[in-house]
């Protein structure tokens, strides 16, 4: 499976790894060194993205609670038949 393709098909993680780090190598020590660099930047930039999704969720919450104190918040995702928050 290769993201370079012209049929449809689904693209991996796993995929995408395979294709970057063997780009451009034929050492195996240089594959297997691409892989471990491409997943630290994988997790780092996770971190990050999970880290600015917190903050900008944490201050919207924090300005409705403020401004809707009196209205709670339905929970999308409670699957309770009564509103909670």
Not at 37 to 51: I, K, N, T, V
């Amino acid at each position: 499976m290769s993201i370079y393709t012209t049929q449809d098909e689904e693209i991996s993680l796993s995929s995408i790894l395979h294709d970057y780090s063997h780009a451009w190598s034929g050492d195996p020590d240089d594959i297997d060194l691409r892989a471990q660099r491409f997943a630290q930047w994988l997790a780092e930039h996770d971190r990050e993205q999970m880290a600015r999704a917190w903050f900008i969720g944490c201050n919207a919450g924090i300005r409705w609670a403020q401004g809707n104190a009196d209205r709670p918040l339905a929970n999308p995702y409670d699957t309770d038949t009564e509103e909670s928050c």
